[in-house]
């Protein structure tokens, strides 16, 4: 009789708890958040390929013009009247990732930020004084898209990702408030 290790049921049902849970498809639609684990020579060179050509594809596209110092870009908006927009990001947050590598790199969407707001690039996490900013706006969840006034007054919010469309939209919606 074969003699069947411990292990087995626990795999077992790991996979089948991962399964019900959804967690098996977020791993195989999001390769990078399991990309450290699999490092072929296979995947490394299609890996390098695939930087080669987003960076090809980041060049074609406008940038955003941030903004990373909360001073300076409240003495920008208050020099042109610009509502400051800024994106509240963390470093380990994977949704900010995407972020910016899909929404913000879009060249409508950057030309229209860059013209009708002040834009803030915030990391959360970075110092106290960061840190301190996010709680005086009120940001709990990343990613977070803050409109505020030059003076600190909340505008309006955005949670989480959004396609470049649909973020415009939603900008635009403030805008024409």
């Known amino acids: 009789m ?3 290790s411990p292990k087995v049921p626990v795999l077992a049902f790991t996979a ?6 959804g967690l098996t498809g977020a791993i195989c639609t999001y390769p990078d958040l399991h990309s450290a684990y699999a490092q072929t020579p296979e995947s490394v060179s299609d890996q390098s390929k695939s930087n080669q050509s987003f960076s090809a594809d980041k060049d074609k596209k406008e940038a955003v013009n941030w903004f990373n110092d909360y001073e300076k870009a409240k003495a ?4 042109t009247g610009k ?3 800024a994106d509240f990001y963390t470093d380990w947050c994977y949704w900010c ?3 910016d590598k899909k929404t ?3 060249k409508d969407f950057a030309a229209f ?3 009708n707001f002040v834009p803030l690039k915030i990391n959360a996490e970075a110092s106290q ?5 996010a709680e005086k706006l009120g940001v709990d969840s990343y990613p977070r898209g803050v409109v505020f006034s030059p003076s600190g007054q909340v505008l309006s919010q955005i949670r989480g990702f959004k396609e470049a469309p649909d973020y415009q939209e939603t900008l635009s919606e403030f805008l024409n408030k």
Do not use: C, T, W, Y
């Not at 089948?16 to 849970?21: N, V």
């Not at 920008?76 to 020099?79: T, Y």
């Not at 004084?129 to 900013?133: G, K, S, T, Y």
């Open 16 to 21: 089948a708890f991962m399964l019900g849970l």
């Open 129 to 133: 004084a960061n840190e301190a900013l």
């Open 83 to 85: 509502p400051i927009f």
């Open 76 to 79: 920008e908006s208050a020099r």
């Open 113 to 115: 930020l860059n013209k």
């Open 97 to 99: 990732q995407v972020l």
């Open 2 to 4: 074969r003699k069947i």
């Open 104 to 106: 913000f790199v879009d």
